[in-house]
T-cell receptor
Framework: GAVVSQHPSRVICKSGTSVKIECRSL??????MFWYRQFPKQSLMLMAT?????????EQGVEKDKFLINHASLTLSTLTVTSAHPEDSSFYIC????????????FGQGTRLTVV | KNQVEQSPQSLIILEGKNCTLQ??????????LRWYKQDTGRGPVSLTI?????NTKSNGRYTATLDADTKQSSLHITASQLSDSASYIC????????????FGTGTLLAVQP
């Protein structure tokens, strides 16, 4: 199946700094990628839809200035958590869809962000 | 409201036993339904995908069923192994223009020796 690679898998940063997470589609082009956040023992929550060459679409309640998304190419989307705070500590996962009617989502391996 | 509910919330079984996880959804229009396995600290991995016309789909020891009339799906795991311990997530794709994924809350399965 299609491969989505996410980097880094773990990151620890200090409060007030910014962290960039990369999501790459390795063997296919993705005009759309999705960013999720997952708290312990909860399901994935969609944060935003990343659109190649245009602005991302954010879900209600997600601060666009806090979570900057850039989708500059058909194989790379980045999520930057700006001015990170401890409450931003979470598991962040990206995904890209392949196919039409039988659209299947392929997920990255996730990034564990810890803000200290 | 488009929702996906899973039961049980958590489950403990002995190695070698079978188990069945349930998924009920109210998503309409419906495009497809997927079951994912998510190991702790990892991204979800697809197990099966079924469209409206498919009633059952197998992937090794995993067998998923879909009843589109009652909007129910199940995932049956046969001869469980310790490595089956994970969270199993039912995901329904909204069939409207957005192709949005609606996630269930997951069932946390623990297989004990």
């Amino acid at each position: 199946g299609a491969v989505v690679s996410q980097h880094p898998s773990r990151v620890i940063c200090k409060s007030g700094t910014s962290v960039k997470i990369e999501c790459r589609s390795l063997d296919f082009q993705a005009t759309t990628m999705f960013w999720y956040r997952q708290f312990p023992k909860q399901s994935l929550m969609l944060m935003a839809t990343s659109n190649e060459g245009s602005k991302a679409t954010y879900e209600q309640g997600v601060e666009k200035d806090k979570f900057l998304i850039n989708h500059a190419s058909l194989t790379l989307s980045t999520l930057t958590v700006t001015s990170a705070h401890p409450e931003d500590s979470s598991f962040y996962i990206c995904s890209a869809n392949v196919g039409g009617k039988r659209t299947e989502a392929f997920f990255g391996q996730g990034t564990r962000l810890t803000v200290v | 409201k488009n929702q996906v509910e899973q039961s049980p919330q958590s489950l403990i079984i002995l190695e070698g036993k079978n188990c069945t996880l349930q998924c009920n959804y109210t998503v309409s229009p419906f495009s497809n339904l997927r079951w994912y396995k998510q190991d702790t600290g990892r991204g979800p991995v697809s197990l099966t995908i079924m469209t409206f016309s498919e009633n059952t789909k197998s992937n090794g020891r995993y067998t998923a069923t879909l009843d589109a009339d009652t909007k129910q799906s199940s995932l049956h795991i046969t001869a469980s192994q310790l490595s089956d311990s994970a969270s199993y997530i039912c995901v329904v794709t909204y069939g409207g223009a957005t192709n949005k994924l609606i996630f269930g809350t997951g069932t946390l399965l623990a297989v004990q020796p």
